[in-house]
């Protein structure tokens, strides 16, 4: 039941216990008031009686002391009992006329007959003593007949006396009954509404309201606090109580839901901010080994459910190597055919295994699991590939990642087909098309480099000449020349692959600059590439172009000299070799000491 309707049943209750104790208070105050109407009665018909009697004695003894006596003042009292005599009949007359009862009546007419004979006596001897009859008199107030008229008077009164109080008694007994018992009720009712009003207090207002009040005010409070882990109890009641905890159950709910929104939408925020700190540096990467150190780092970060790849493609198009990984992926090759992603064949992103129930990739094993393979292109070519595998069920389902994952790739595509083009035109602005060492613009930027940052470290420098190369171009075309010039720049580009850098200085000349090396090491590795090349015979279209020999000019730096004369002065001893009849080593040390 709702508490407004005990409420209102308690008030309507209350009100109508509180009208029946008014009205019982009422009715008892009426019994009393009768009680107090039926004791004023027995008093006045008492006192009357009482009153008739001893008047009527007291008249008798003034008439018989009147007429023994003759004394006047005798005879002045009995006229003032007279008097009063007649006022008591009047009286007794009066309640006659009120309807008593008829023994009442019947005793109050007695009581008026037998005074009226017993006044008719004595008035009949005063007068004969006034006449003169004395003895008439005394025989009249002292006789028999006086004597009886005056006991039956009194015996009437008495019996008068007798009724009324059995009557009056009766009346009393029953109006102090009836006070006492509407009292009761009264007191009755009032015990029952302070009782019904203490119910409710109790009841109601304390264990209906107070008590899951508190208990609510406590659950508020912490959800107040957003801790959500408090539990609203299960309300069965019907009433205010019951739809309040519904409410704050609903309250709950939605604060929870509210709260995985908010937490879902931080953890969105959270993950663009990642994206777009993650494609600044990719933007700001110089070569292919930093973007794929800045993939390997935000990858994670980003993504903390799914282990991943990052595959670059060959320049043929068609193989696939890994450049770099996070979280350990265990299902996918480190290479691969091209032809063995779906991803690559379709242009587009492949989910397989899951509940996509997709085409399995080839480089995928085993086949079943959930993974994602992203192509990475730029301008409609492939780059590479972004490889992703679950490592929480369900990881790839959502679409948001999966934009994500595509706007990532987009972006690293682009990322890695500029730094590739990047890469192929600084090639460009630093190789000898020919050769494929180094030209002549990247020597200059190099020694510059090392004079700026290494002036005092050892750096050794070689200037060789191909001798007598003109022949090949006047005797087998200048398509043999480059082939000589080829074989040249191949053998010096081996020669010096793990001590330092070899240039191609301009038409059939070369440089190779050496770190750490001083003179006599530099010494030797000129005479070996000397060796090298003089012993092999080469042949062009068929034909022997005969040994090839070279002059090889030497010079050190900072111990012969600064690193802005390094190459002027291995020029000088490469001119003295070429001077002193070819195929031969000259230190520019030498040339000194010489001169």
């Known amino acids: 039941m709702r508490i407004a309707t005990i409420t209102h049943w308690a008030y309507g209750i209350t009100v109508v216990l509180t009208a029946l104790s008014g009205v019982s208070f009422i009715l008892s105050s009426n019994s009393a008031l009768q009680e107090r109407a039926a004791a004023e009665e027995h008093l006045t018909l008492d006192t009357l009686a009482e ?75 005063i007068t004969a003593y006034q006449n003169g009859d004395k003895t008439t008199a005394q025989e009249a107030l002292f006789g028999a007949e006086h004597e009886r008229v005056q006991n039956a008077l009194l015996q009437t009164v008495t019996h008068f006396r007798d009724l009324t109080a059995a009557r009056t008694t009766a009346a009393l007994d029953a109006a102090r009954d009836r006070s006492n018992w509407w009292s009761l009720v009264a007191k009755v009712m009032l015990a029952t509404t302070g009782a019904l009003f203490v119910a409710v207090l109790y009841f109601v207002l304390s264990r209906r309201v107070a008590t899951p009040l508190r208990h609510m005010t406590g659950i508020v409070s912490r959800l107040a606090k957003q801790d ?137 094993d085993p086949p079943g699991v959930a993974t994602l393979c992203v192509p990475l292109t730029a301008q409609g070519d492939m780059i590479g590939l972004l490889y992703l595998e679950e490592r929480v069920d369900g990881a790839l389902e959502p ?27 600084t090639a460009l602005a630093v190789s000898d098309p020919l050769t494929g060492l180094f030209n002549r613009r990247f020597l200059d930027e190099t020694l510059r480099r090392h004079a700026r940052d290494h002036r005092d470290e050892p750096l050794a420098c070689l200037m060789i000449d191909i001798d007598h190369f003109k022949r090949f171009n006047d005797q087998f075309g200048h398509d043999a020349g480059d082939l000589v010039m080829q074989f040249v720049g191949q053998s010096l580009r081996e020669a010096c692959a793990s001590s330092g850098d070899a240039f191609r200085f301009g038409g059939e000349e070369f440089t190779a600059l050496l770190p750490s090396f001083g003179e006599a090491d530099a010494m030797v590795l000129a005479d070996m590439l000397r060796d090298k090349i003089g012993g092999v015979a080469l042949s062009y279209a068929g034909q022997r172009l005969g040994a090839v020999s070279v002059s090889v000019g030497v010079a050190v730096s900072p111990a012969g000299g600064s690193v802005e004369t390094l190459v002027t002065r291995a020029d000088a001893a490469l001119l003295e070799a070429k001077a002193g009849g070819r195929n031969r080593t000259i230190a520019a040390s030498n040339i000194r000491k010489s001169a």
């Open 51 to 125: 009153d008739l009697a001893l008047g009527a004695e007291m008249r008798s003894d003034e008439a018989r002391l009147y007429v023994m006596r003759g004394e006047v003042r005798h005879l002045q009292a009995f006229r003032v009992q007279e008097a009063a005599e007649r006022r008591l009949e009047t009286v007794a007359s009066d309640l006659a006329a009120r309807d008593p009862a008829p023994a009442e009546a019947a005793a109050l007419r007695a009581i008026n007959a037998h005074a009226d004979e017993l006044d008719k006596l004595e008035a009949a001897a």
């Open 228 to 364: 959500y882990s408090v539990e609203v109890p299960v309300n069965r009641r019907a009433d205010e109580i019951g739809e309040m905890s519904d409410a704050i159950e609903g309250f709950r709910t939605n604060l929870i839901e509210r709260e995985k929104l908010d937490a879902e939408r931080r953890a969105d925020q959270h993950m663009k901010d990642l994206i777009l700190q993650m494609m600044h540096r990719v933007q700001a990467c110089r070569d292919q080994l930093e973007l794929t150190d800045v993939v390997v780092r935000f990858a994670p970060q980003i993504f903390p459910d799914l282990a991943g790849g990052l595959y670059v493609l060959n320049e043929g198009k068609t193989a696939l190597a890994r450049v770099g990984l996070w979280l350990d992926p265990d299902h996918s090759a480190a290479e691969f055919p091209a032809t063995a992603c779906w991803g690559l064949r379709r242009g587009r992103t492949h989910h397989s295994g899951g509940s996509g129930a997709d085409v399995p990739c080839q480089h995928v």
């Open 399 to 425: 679409a948001g990642p999966r934009l994500y994952l595509e706007l990532i790739a987009e972006n690293v595509g682009l990322a890695i087909a500029n730094l590739q083009l990047q890469a192929k035109l």
